[in-house]
């Protein structure tokens, strides 16, 4: 078994790849003073940006959870996501209501994907 780690940091990796696997960290919003729906869109930007440096692409989404700060803005992101997602090819997804770190933060997304 190989395992390449990602942009590893002293806390976490962004991403390890095994097994053809590619698990991504929770990616949070750059700019945290706009609304769910560009937050989100935000997040799916660095997604696809990680996945292409990993050699994959949301194409090959396998998994994904969504944590929201707050459960009203479930529309809001999945305005975005839906705009986001290639068709046919969305992945097992859940969505759940968690209090994030940062207070600004609206979603936080963490995916599994395929190499």
């Known amino acids: 078994m190989t395992m390449q780690r990602i942009l590893p ?16 960290a929770g990616m949070v ?4 003073s706009v609304d769910a729906t560009l937050q989100t ?20 989404l396998v998994d994904a ?7 009203a803005d479930y529309a809001a992101m999945n305005l975005a996501w839906d705009n986001w997602v290639a ?12 209090k994030l770190a940062d207070p ?3 979603v936080e997304i963490k995916i599994v994907a395929a190499q």
């Open 9 to 24: 940091a002293a806390r976490y990796s962004e991403a390890v790849i095994v097994n053809g696997l590619i698990f991504c």
């Open 29 to 32: 919003p750059e700019n945290s």
């Open 41 to 60: 869109e935000d997040v799916l930007k660095q997604i696809d940006a990680l996945l292409a440096q990993c050699g994959s692409a949301k194409t090959r």
């Open 65 to 71: 959870t969504i944590y929201l700060a707050d459960m």
């Open 87 to 98: 068709p046919g090819c969305a992945p097992a997804r859940a969505t759940v209501e968690a």
């Open 104 to 106: 600004a933060w609206k």
